[in-house]
């Protein structure tokens, strides 16, 4: 019984050193990315960027470009995407569209290469009278909800990598305690004499 409780406590402190050592890798990101391409109410277009693989959020500087064409004919741009500084994987265009109904498209070259076309609608904001004024904070309408720099992948915007540390503690602590017991389980008791 004791190499059986000795080759368990090793299966389970080598998953929990694979677990530590391969944390990094699993969060790591690359590839494809998916683009969320909405106006925002006004002139503006917001531009969401994620990993496709596991929908988070695009952290790494994107370098791309948002034109546009009117059904009456009309173009607008290329203007460049900038940072906007609401999310680390929010940009905005560099210029606000004009007013009217546009056919945007955004191509970015990096960190990949991806396209995505959609209908915008630029008009002027127009200010709420003064009897539906609410204390509620401004949003902009149809900003997409992704815009978060916290990663919603896991709970509570807990990173993957916390959690994973936080497993292998307890791992450990466990292996230690069946370790400890076992071992103390194994001294001889001494000879109690009446």
Do not use: C
Not at 136 to 160: I, R, V
Request: charged fraction near 15%.
């Amino acid at each position: 019984m004791n190499t059986t409780l000795r080759n368990t406590a090793a299966a389970v402190l080598l998953a929990v050193l694979v677990l530590l050592l391969g944390a990094p890798a699993a969060s790591a990101h690359g590839g494809a990315i998916v683009l969320e391409v909405a106006g925002d109410g006004d002139h503006g277009v917001n531009v969401v960027a994620t990993w496709k693989k596991d929908r988070h959020p695009v952290r790494d500087t994107v370098i791309g470009t948002m034109a546009a064409t009117s059904a009456d004919g009309r173009s607008f741009g290329p203007v460049k995407l900038v940072s906007a500084p609401e999310g680390q994987n929010l940009y905005r265009a560099a210029q606000p569209l004009p007013t009217g109904v546009w056919r945007v498209t955004v191509t970015t070259t990096e960190p990949a290469k991806t396209k995505k076309t959609v209908d915008v609608t630029a008009r002027d904001l127009v200010a709420p009278e003064p009897s539906q004024a609410t204390n509620a904070p401004p949003q902009l309408a149809g900003a997409p909800a992704q815009a978060a720099a916290t990663d919603l992948g896991s709970p509570a915007g807990t990173p993957l990598t916390t959690i994973v540390v936080i497993a292998v503690g307890l791992a450990a602590a466990a292996v230690a305690g069946v370790v400890a017991g076992m071992h103390l389980l194994r001294r001889k008791q001494p000879d109690i004499r009446l």
